[in-house]
């Protein structure tokens, strides 16, 4: 039996119908056909599905869809401006040679995102603490931390203006 | 042809996309009216099917169709033969595939699976290859594929290697060491899981999105897959979507694939199948293991006199790629340093645990990690440098190996020092020992040119120009993550002579893109590129020709409009035809090189092919294709003779360790990785590729491990199969490229893929030796072996 | 799962009142570990009761006796960011850092890891050894009992079905009480493969009081008696350091599992201990 679910989704409000034990990674990749997230392990070990609920990033693969019912939800797909313009992290990552296959990417980008909000100016041991949580099989991480300092930089510079 | 573009440091055309969370993988892919199909797996390792009942998950609303061996046609799987879409009779391994389910939803469809009972008869099973090698040792297969009956467990796969005079060899060492290593079973761990959408047409065209890396064969396998189903004479169209990681297991195709087929076919929809994490670790074909004896003799001036390799692999319960990992392990096995006698014989054999398939460096490593430890020891017991003694032994260029291999460029030297000097190893080398700290490497040769293991090891590229100066790019080979189609876009905005943003590499699709043998042998860059600048030839004389009578027109609308605006009209008279030969066009723009500096002399490239296509009559369009072959061979295998790839690449690997005596815990202080690269087509991709096959190295020799019981997968998932996560990439890696220009290679370079990983677990041992004196032979190598060792080596030493 | 419900009550006698009505639901914290059991449909409970809105379960505060009361729906994100208890119960604070990821200790809670009863649970050995007790609530009766009580074996703890951990309390340690936490692991987010929380207070180079704890060498968290009981009245040097270590090796029960052996959990145990006692012993001298 279906039931209502609302929430705030990159700034947007929605309302859908779903199943109780649904995860909001269905939710999010289903009704909402925000496919960017991905599933890469279900189960809390990979980071792939990491997304933001009032401001925390966590998984989505195992955050219970109605838990969000009332939250702000931000995805990849919330990163970008209206505009298009990329992100700072969205930008420093492509600048970088830190996306490879890229299936690591999104949930790599909203961790990142969410450290530097937290923490404008991560030492690297900080860094390493945010993203342990985020695998990725192809980069090697190293141009990932690259990014992360390339993005602090740039966030601090807009905001100093 | 100036290389503008490439070697500098570029935006990939597919990062945007990426960042963004919009491109499009298998999993995000949906068809109009598409199932879900879900696969029952035996989950024994040996038994006789009894029955299958399928009727309760066949009532289950919302199954569309359940299918099994018994109520399909035979789909024969794998080149030998030798597996089965889905299994009759009887079960060889765990993952064995003994039905499926197509419905409505993911959910329904895994449910209906539980519902499926199967009767199984167990039979006794053989889980190494010494079990299934011993008298009276139980048959994985009773008949062979043309239905002869077998008499043993041997897997049919030979690969040998004899040269030189081992005896005398043996004699003439002064130093002879021998040891058995041994590499596990490890996985591939994309971080996008396998999956497929297949879909067949009314008339019988099969269209698959397949995570694959090899869509020509694909579609060859995929049309006899067809004709065992009574579809004769129809097509295979397979497309290949953004792939989340390859690394080997898009190399073959799957039974997945051929039950998505059938699945198809069965409900008259669109079938899609998509691995769990579990089901990946669990029922995809792993990394093979591999047990290597090794000897290997130095003479008193430190020169390698003679090696010799035993290797003996678990095949599994089916053979896949796994089961052809010697033909490239004769590579390191017969060339990687200068050995006059190399003797090399590999055993495969049939068991009931998980059959394997490719990964990244297929082969190499495993024997690369049995000769580079075992060249350590042979310094050792001669009291040299292993430096020392890898310079001493270095390959060099001009030379022919045992194998046949021509060595051409080779810039393994400039490698082997850059690993010495860069890491501080006189400095460090057997002088850190009461601070548990120590230095290691090890050096690599891998395929640089491609690597022939087929009757075709070419590539096709087509460019398709448009009426705006766009280029479209036709490529039959996959982009993974390694960076293939920034290489192209680079490669072509240079050969051909247009702006990067102007290129536009089109998905791989078998129907419209010119046949590739696939994307592996780190061949992806070399070939491609190859292919596209002999493309880009063929482009740019058409155009010249076709411009020839057009140029001078275009150039004169443009003076006469100079003249309107009343601004100086440069002096030059252009010539009423062109010589062809006179022309150039580089950044998009077309011009004479003996015209001025001046706008008015270069026409933009969009506005002359317009001119060429709307001509009336003779309007023509610009579209060329190349194929391109490497120079090379295909093997004798038996003999192991043959020179494989068009050129070679050379590297080595240095680490600094630190270990903890009382944990067994390994810290990586440092790493220092040079490479023979050719020459860096883009700096960004060139190091992602680098650090990413550094960190799967790292796994390999320190956390990876597929761990099975009685052929049961006992760890299928992240919590137990550990990849490096950032924390442990925690320490300085100084990268070294050596730019050897090599002539075969696109704008001189080599491929560079897989070469990454090949040394790096053997320069750690090798590293750990010097830090506390003990010899690990066992990947990986964990805090409970380096306890064991150390206890050892007290009980040893009292 | 068609009649599937999930509950989320806004506070304790609205959850108790679900659960009487739907006996067989199970109360959920973070949902996580419980949710993907019901999904993989090795449970199938009618319904689940998420706690995770019963505003009085979550928060870390101190009462007036200098006790620490940790609500059960607390976070584990939210200890490592709490600006007091680091100093506090620094061994508590060392594991939660430890626990997983940024992502799992945003969702996982104190009362979740607690029960769960795992043997590796990473806040359980620090609990043991600041002596933390639970507050357990049912329909009609609350209790409280020592955490050692508290795990009875793997996954198996003195929660009734109907019952709530609402809170763990800890006493204010005594003044010059040192401790931390370890963990020996594969890569850095991982299950411990071994872990130890080590309790010690120094007085005139002698130890006067010792709390050891570990975790994934027994069935379930626990306490090692023995060493404690060495350790207490012998000199704060390395030689009590080396011997605590050797009789942790012997005390503790592990097993082989897909992660370590027995014989290496009983190694890293030694190890662990005699660290810990050698660094803190050392610092509080």
Known sequence: MRVPCAFVVNGMPVEVEIEPGARLLDVLRGPLALVGTKEGCGNGECGACTVLVDTRPVNACLFPALEADGADVVTIEGLAAANGTLSPVQQAFVDRGSIQCGFCSPGMIVSVTALLRKSPDPTDSEIRDALVGNLCRCTGYVQIVEAVHQAAAQMQKSDSR | ???????????????????????????????????????????????????????????????????????????????????????????????????????????????????????????????????????????????????????????????RHESGDLLAAERASK????????????????????????????????????????????????????????????????????????????????????????????????????????????????????????????????????????????????????????????????????????????????????????????????????????????????????????????????????????????????????????????????????????????????????????????????????????????????????????????????????????????????????????????????????????????????????????????VQRNLEKLRKEKSDVPAFVVPSVCDPAA?????????????????????????????????????????????????????????????????????????????????????????????DVGKILNPQTLKGQIYGALAQGIGFALYEEVKTVAGRVVNPSFTDYKIPTIAEMNFPIHLEFVETHDPEGPFGAKGIGEPGMVPTAPAIANAIWDAIGVRIRELPITREKIIAALAEKQKRES | MSNFQYHRPTSLSEAFRIHGDVPDARFVAGGTDVLSHVRDRSLRPPALISLRRVRELDGIRVTADGATNIGGLTRVADLTSHAALAARLPALVQAARRLGSVQIRNVATVGGNLCNASPCADLAPPLLVYDARVRIEGPRAARELPLEEFFVGNRMTRLDPTEVLVAVVIDAPHAGTVSRFDKIVRVRMDIALTSSAVLLRVESGRIAHAGIAMGSVGPRPMRLRGVESFLVGRAADETTAREAGVIASAEVTPIDDVRATAAYRRHAAAVLVERAVRDLAGGAA
Request: net charge neutral; aromatic share 8%.
């Open chain 2, 583 to 675: 022309f150039d066009l580089r950044e998009s723009e077309m011009f004479l090189r003996d015209a001025p500096e001046h706008a008015a002399f270069r026409i933009e490239l969009g506005r002359m092919l317009r001119a060429i296509h709307f001509r009336g009559t003779e309007g023509t369009l610009l579209v060329e294709e190349a194929y391109y072959e490497p120079k090379s061979e295909l093997p004798d295998w038996s003999k192991g003779v043959g020179n494989m790839s068009a050129t070679y690449a050379f590297g080595a690997q240095s680490v600094e360790v630190e270990v903890d005596v009382g944990t067994g815990e390994v810290t990586i202080l440092g790493v220092v990785s040079a490479h």
């Open chain 2, 175 to 554: 130093w002879v060491v021998e040891g058995t290593f041994s590499t596990p079973i490890i996985q591939q761990a994309c971080m996008g899981t396998a999956g497929c959408i297949a879909e067949i047409d009314p008339s019988g065209n099969l269209t698959m999105w397949a995570k694959t890396q090899i869509p020509f064969l694909a579609q060859k396998d995929f049309i006899r897959a067809l004709e065992q189903m009574g579809l004769r004479d129809r097509n295979a169209r397979v497309i290949v979507p953004a792939l989340g990681g390859g690394f080997g297991t898009g190399l073959d195709t799957h039974c997945y694939e051929y039950i998505a087929i059938l699945l198809a076919h069965r409900t008259g929809r669109p079938v899609k199948i998509l691995y769990t994490r579990e089901e990946e670790f669990a029922y995809l074909s792993p990394r093979q293991s591999a047990t290597t004896h090794i000897t290997q003799g130095l003479d008193g001036e430190g020169k390698l006199t003679f090696r010799r390799l035993e290797v003996t692999q678990d095949n599994g319960a089916y053979t896949s790629w796994g089961a052809t990992y010697p033909t490239v392990m004769l590579l390191p096995a017969t060339s990687l340093y200068r050995v006059p006698a190399v003797k090399f014989d590999s055993t495969l054999v049939y068991t009931n645990n998980t059959y394997c398939q490719a990964m990244r460096g297929y082969g190499n490593p495993e024997v690369a990690w049995a000769i580079e430890s075992n060249l350590d020891e042979l310094a050792a017991a001669a009291g040299m440098d292993p430096y020392e003694v890898r310079v001493r032994n270095k390959n060099v260029a001009g030379e022919s190996t045992p194998m046949g291999l021509h060595i051409t460029t080779c810039g393994f030297g400039d490698c082997l020092d850059a690993a010495a000097t860069k890491l501080g190893w006189n400095e460090k080398r057997g002088k850190q020992r009461n601070r548990r700290r120590g230095v290691g490497m090890a050096g690599l040769m891998h395929v640089g040119g491609s690597g022939r293991i087929y009757k075709a090891d070419g590539g096709g590229v087509i460019l398709k120009l448009d009426d705006f100066g766009n280029v479209n790019v036709s490529y039959g080979g996959v982009e993974m993550g390694q960076g293939l189609h920034s290489a192209l876009q680079l490669t072509v905005s240079d050969a051909l002579g247009v702006r990067p943003d102007k290129v536009f590499i089109n998905p791989t699709d078998t129907g419209t893109c010119p046949w590739d043998v696939g994307t592996h042998a780190s061949r992806g860059a070399f070939i491609g590129c190859n292919a596209a600048i002999r493309a880009s030839a063929k482009v740019r004389s058409k155009l010249f020709a076709l411009a020839a009578g057009l140029y001078p027109g275009e």
């Open chain 2, 1 to 159: 042809m100036s290389a503008r573009h490439v070697g500098t440091d570029t935006v990939r055309p597919d990062a945007f996309e990426k960042a963004v969370g919009r491109a499009t993988y298998i999993h995000d892919l949906t068809r109009p009216g598409m199932l879900y199909g879900k696969i029952k797996f035996a989950d024994h390792a040996h038994a006789r099917i009894l029955s299958i009942d399928t009727t309760r998950a066949a009532k289950l609303p919302g199954v569309r169709a359940v299918i099994t061996a018994y109520d399909t046609p035979e789909i024969r799987v794998g080149f030998l033969r030798d597996n089965f879409a889905l299994k009759r009779d009887k079960v060889r391994q765990h993952r064995d595939e003994v039905a499926a389910v197509a419905a409505i939803d993911p959910d329904i469809a895994a449910e209906a699976i539980d519902l499926i009972h199967v009767e199984y008869e167990l039979l006794p099973a053989v889980f190494s290859p010494a079990a299934a090698l011993a008298d009276g040792a139980v048959l994985v297969h009773d008949v062979d594929p043309s239905g002869r009956p077998r008499t043993n467990n041997r897997v049919p796969v030979p690969t």
